[in-house]
């Protein structure tokens, strides 16, 4: 089935450091890929979306750009803040007729020191 | 605020009893998600309902269950409850059926603790 696999955490950076995590998927078909961000005791939000092939979705200074060839979907940012210290979600989403399954990577943990 | 509402926001029960968690979707949205977050299985999806109907089930365990009302809101029952039921439950709405580019909006979770 679908499944997205994510890059180990926990990763820490010192402030206006270059960030990268990597996300790559496995599917059938051409899934929607997305970015989401959790901050400590609440719910996850949408931070990006693509909906395909070289499609880069960008938000809040980070982006990530859909590669097909490499079925990856890696997050980027030029220079982190400790206001970005949360965990960070992959997932694809997959319609098949009426169904609809959003299927999340394990998460990283971004942590940002002053 | 996401506009997603979920109650009540932490849970305490014992083994073996049955609880009940409430969502209320954004506004406008027809499909509701519900997923389940714990340390070891990280963000499993449960069901999926639209306009009432269920449409997708992901892996929920025979003992949960869940509907949708016709105001939309939904409920997830869980019941029969064991420790390793112990989690975050997020409840996530859309704003149509198959319209995967808009993704998905989360409320803030029930945090359910069974001791």
């Known amino acids: 089935g679908d499944s997205v696999t994510q890059m180990e955490g926990p990763v820490t950076l010192s402030e206006e450091a270059f960030l990268t995590i990597n996300c790559t998927y496995t599917a059938t078909g051409y899934p929607s890929l997305f970015w989401y961000v959790q901050y400590p005791g609440e719910g996850l939000q949408l931070l990006l979306k693509?909906?395909?092939?070289?499609d880069k979705g960008s938000n809040k200074g980070f982006e990530a750009t859909y590669r097909k060839e490499t079925t990856s979907f890696h997050l980027e940012k030029g220079s982190v803040q400790v206001s970005d210290s949360a965990v960070y979600f992959c997932a694809l989403l997959f319609s098949s007729g009426s169904a609809r399954q959003l299927t999340f990577g394990s998460g990283t943990q971004l942590t940002v020191l002053p | 605020d996401s506009g997603v509402t979920q109650t009540p926001k932490h849970l305490i029960t014992a083994t073996g009893q049955r609880v009940t968690l409430r969502c209320s979707p954004r506004s406008g949205d027809l499909s509701v998600y519900w997923y389940q977050q714990s340390l070891d299985q990280g963000l499993q999806f449960l069901i999926q309902y639209y306009n009432g109907e269920e449409r997708a089930k992901g892996n929920i365990l025979e003992r949960f269950s869940a509907q949708q009302f016709p105001d939309l809101h939904s409920e997830l029952n869980l019941s029969s409850l064991e420790l390793g039921d112990s989690a975050l439950y997020f409840c996530?709405?859309?704003?149509?059926?198959?319209?995967?580019?808009?993704?998905?909006?989360f409320g803030s979770g029930t945090r359910l603790t069974v001791v």
């Open positions: 996530a709405s859309s704003v149509a059926e198959g319209r995967g580019i808009y993704g998905y909006t």
């Open positions: 693509a909906t395909k092939a070289d």
